[in-house]
C-alpha cells in the first residue's frame, strides 16, 4: 500500500508538471535539444514526424549517460546540472530544473538509446506514461538519442487541443531556429517528414544565419560589436531596406538563451527610427553576454521572458550599439562606395594602414564630432575628387603643349574644340537626367542612380528639421494674402502648431473663428501654389500622425517635405542634377526617404558588364 501512497502524487505531480514544461511538440524539440546541447554534442540531428505528433527524435554526439544515469534521467528533479542551489543562480545552461525528460516520458512514448564514449555497450530504455518498459543494454553509437512518440497519446484532452500540422510546424521551426542560432559551432540537421529541411555545418553565425534564412541575407547584414563594463552586445542586424512587414526574425539571446524583450525590442527599433517605415520591422540576432546574477532568475525556464536588474541601462546600450552599426553603414554608403575613386584617393593620400572597416570607422567617428557630418564627408571627398580633376585637366593641357594654369576655356584651339568641348561638358556637368525621374552620375566603381523625388524628399526633410532647431527660415510675402477657411480641427491644429509653422518660414493671422489669412510663406516655396502647400501640410500632419504617431516637430519636418519634393517628371538642367547629388549626399542619412525608402542605388562595373558577356 505504500507504494501505491507514494506512486500515485508522484505520476499526478508528473503529469502537472508535464502541463507546464510540454505544451506542444515544439516544446519537446526545445528540450531535446538543449540537452543535446548540454550534453555537448558536435552535431545533432533532429527529426519530425507530423509537425513532431506522432515523433520527435534527436541524436546527438555528446556525451552520453551511464545505464544508471540513464535510468536516473527519467526521475523528476533529476539532474547532472546542479550541485549546490546556488548553481541555480549561476548556470549558464538552459534547462536546469531536471524535469523536462520526467515530463515528457509522463505525456508520451519515449525511447532512449544512450551511451558513454569509452564504453562498448549503450542502454536502451524504454518508457510509457512514466512507467519503464525496457531497460537493456544495446548496441548504439556514442551519444544519445531520444525519441519521443505519440505525444500526449494518455492526455486525450491535451491532444485535441493541438494547433493543425501547420501551426505546430513552425512552432517546432521556430524553436530549432533559435537552438540553432545560438550554436553556430554545432552542425545540424533537421528531417521532417523524412525530407532534409536544413543541413546547416559548422561554422560563423553570419553563415548559419545565410543558411537558416536564405541566401540573400549574405548582403543584408551588418556586424554589431559593442563592449560595455555591464554587458557585451553582439551579432548581426539586418540593412533598412530589407526590413519587413511581417515581425518575425528578430533574435535576442541572453547569455546564449533565447528570450523575448519588448522593451529591448523597441531599442532596436528605436534605432532604425526614420530608417524604415513604422510598420516594418527590422532583422535582428544580438547576443547579450552579461552577469547571469543580473538577471532575473524568478522566472520559469520554459518561459521567455525575463527581467533585467538594469533595464534601462540595457536599453540605452542596445539602442546605441545599433545605431552606431547602422551609422557605419550609413555615413559612408561604404558597400557601395567604398571603391569609388574619392576613397581610394582620400586613403592612398593619407598613407594609412588601416582595414577598410576600421577606416570607416575612424571617419564615422571623426566625423561624428562635428556639426554636419554628411556634409563634411561628402564635401571633403568630393573636393578631393574636384582637385584630381584639375590634375588631370592640368596634366591634359600640358599634353597639348598649354600652360597649366590658364584657365581651360580660353586656351582651347579650336581644332581641339570638339574634343575639349566633351571634355568640359562631362567636367561642368558630372549629372544627367533620366525621363525626368531620375539623376545618373559616374561613380568609379560604376553608376548611382538617384530617384530624384525621394533624394528631394530627404533634403528638405533634414533641411525643415534644422529650421525648426535653429533660426527661421526665410519668409517672403505673398503678393495677394489668402484667405483660407479651416474646419473646427484644423483651425484648432493650426493654432497649436503656430509657432512651428511660423519658424518654417509662413506667415499667417487667424481671421474670425475659423480662417487664416496667409501673408507669406518660405521664400523657397514662393513660386509654388501657397494655398495648395498650407493646405497639404495640414493634411499631411494629420494622416502622419495618425498613421505614424510621429512627434510634432518630425511629423511638420516629414510632411512639408512630402508636400514640396520635386515631383516626377520635373525637369532638371545639369546644374540643378549636380546640385540634388551633392545635397543629398550632404544628408545625415543619405540613403532612405523618411519614409524608408531607398533614394538611390549604384549599379557596379562588375554587374554592368555581367550584362554583355558572352
Ligand atoms: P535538465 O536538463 O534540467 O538537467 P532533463 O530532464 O532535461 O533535466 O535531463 C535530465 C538529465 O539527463 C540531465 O541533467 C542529463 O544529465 C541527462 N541527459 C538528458 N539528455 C541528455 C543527453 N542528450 N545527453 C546526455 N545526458 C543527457
Ligand atoms: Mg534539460
Not at 236 to 254: D, L
Request: glycine share 6%.
Amino acid at each position: 500500500m505504500d507504494d501505491v501512497i507514494r506512486l500515485l502524487p508522484e505520476g499526478i505531480a508528473n503529469q502537472i508538471a508535464a502541463g507546464e514544461v510540454v505544451q506542444r511538440p515544439a516544446s519537446v524539440v526545445k528540450e531535446l535539444l538543449e540537452n543535446a546541447v548540454d550534453a555537448g554534442a558536435k552535431s545533432i540531428e533532429l527529426i519530425v514526424r507530423e509537425s513532431g505528433k506522432s515523433l520527435v527524435q534527436v541524436v546527438d554526439d555528446g556525451v552520453g549517460m551511464s545505464t544508471t544515469d540513464a535510468r536516473m534521467s527519467f526521475e523528476r528533479h533529476a539532474t547532472s546540472k546542479i550541485t549546490q542551489s546556488e548553481d541555480l543562480f549561476r548556470i549558464r545552461t538552459m534547462g536546469f530544473r531536471g524535469e523536462a525528460l520526467a515530463s515528457i516520458a509522463a505525456v508520451a512514448q519515449v525511447e532512449m538509446r544512450t551511451r558513454l564514449h569509452d564504453q562498448e555497450v549503450g542502454t536502451e530504455i524504454v518508457v510509457q506514461g512514466s512507467e519503464i518498459k525496457k531497460h537493456e543494454p544495446i548496441a548504439t553509437a556514442p551519444g544519445t538519442s531520444i525519441g519521443v512518440k505519440n505525444l500526449f497519446f494518455n492526455v486525450p484532452a491535451r491532444r485535441n487541443f493541438l494547433k493543425s500540422n501547420p501551426v505546430e510546424y513552425r512552432h517546432i521551426s521556430d524553436e530549432f531556429h533559435r537552438v540553432a542560432l545560438a550554436y553556430p559551432d554545432i552542425a545540424f540537421t533537421f528531417f521532417n517528414n523524412d525530407a532534409e529541411a536544413y543541413r546547416l555545418e559548422r561554422g560563423k553565425l553570419s553563415k548559419r544565419i545565410v543558411q537558416l534564412f536564405n541566401r540573400n541575407y549574405q548582403q543584408q547584414l551588418i556586424p554589431v560589436e559593442e563592449t560595455t563594463p555591464d554587458v557585451k552586445v553582439q551579432g548581426y542586424i539586418g540593412k533598412p531596406e530589407y526590413a519587413k512587414k511581417t515581425r518575425g526574425e528578430q533574435f535576442f539571446f541572453v547569455n546564449g538563451r533565447y528570450i523575448k524583450n519588448n522593451y529591448l525590442n523597441h531599442a532596436v527599433s528605436t534605432a532604425y527610427d526614420k530608417l524604415i517605415p513604422d510598420d516594418f520591422h527590422p532583422f535582428y540576432v544580438l547576443f547579450l553576454e552579461m552577469d547571469p546574477a543580473r538577471v532575473d532568475i524568478n522566472v520559469h525556464p520554459t518561459k521567455t521572458e525575463v527581467k533585467f536588474q538594469d533595464e534601462r541601462l540595457l536599453y540605452g546600450i542596445i539602442l546605441s550599439s545599433v545605431r552606431q552599426a547602422l551609422s557605419k553603414f550609413n555615413v559612408s554608403p561604404s558597400l557601395d562606395f567604398d571603391s569609388d575613386v574619392n576613397f581610394e584617393y582620400f586613403t592612398s593620400r593619407r598613407e594609412t594602414m588601416e582595414t577598410p572597416s576600421d577606416r570607416n570607422y575612424e571617419r564615422f567617428r571623426a566625423i561624428d564630432q562635428q556639426e554636419d557630418r554628411g556634409a563634411l564627408n561628402w564635401e571633403k571627398l568630393y573636393d578631393i575628387a574636384k582637385r584630381e580633376d584639375e590634375d588631370v585637366r592640368q596634366q591634359a593641357q600640358m599634353e597639348m603643349g598649354m600652360e597649366a594654369d590658364a584657365p581651360t576655356t580660353m586656351r582651347v584651339p579650336s581644332g581641339m574644340a570638339l574634343d575639349r568641348e566633351a571634355n568640359s561638358a562631362t567636367e561642368a556637368s558630372k549629372s544627367l537626367q533620366l525621363h525626368g525621374r531620375y539623376v545618373v552620375r559616374q561613380v568609379k566603381s560604376g553608376m548611382v542612380i538617384i530617384d530624384q523625388s525621394a533624394a528631394h524628399e530627404r533634403i528638405l526633410f533634414e533641411k525643415y528639421l534644422r529650421t525648426l532647431d535653429g533660426a527661421r527660415a526665410t519668409s517672403q510675402s505673398c503678393l495677394f494674402p489668402q484667405q483660407l477657411s479651416l474646419s473646427d480641427g484644423d483651425f484648432t491644429l493650426v493654432q497649436e502648431l503656430r509657432q512651428e509653422i511660423r519658424q518654417l518660414g509662413f506667415d499667417f493671422e487667424t481671421f474670425g473663428s475659423r480662417s487664416i489669412v496667409l501673408t507669406g510663406v518660405p521664400a523657397d516655396l514662393s513660386n509654388h501654389n501657397e494655398r495648395e502647400i498650407v493646405e497639404g501640410l495640414i493634411e499631411q500632419f494629420k494622416d502622419n500622425r495618425d498613421k505614424l504617431r510621429l512627434e510634432q516637430r518630425e511629423n511638420l519636418a516629414r510632411a512639408l517635405a512630402t508636400r514640396t519634393s520635386i515631383s516626377r517628371g520635373k525637369v532638371l538642367d545639369n546644374k540643378e542634377a549636380d546640385e540634388l547629388i551633392d545635397q543629398l549626399f550632404a544628408c545625415e542619412q543619405p540613403n532612405y526617404t523618411p519614409n524608408g525608402h531607398p533614394t538611390f542605388v549604384v549599379l557596379g562595373l562588375d554587374q554592368i558588364a555581367s550584362y554583355f558577356k558572352k
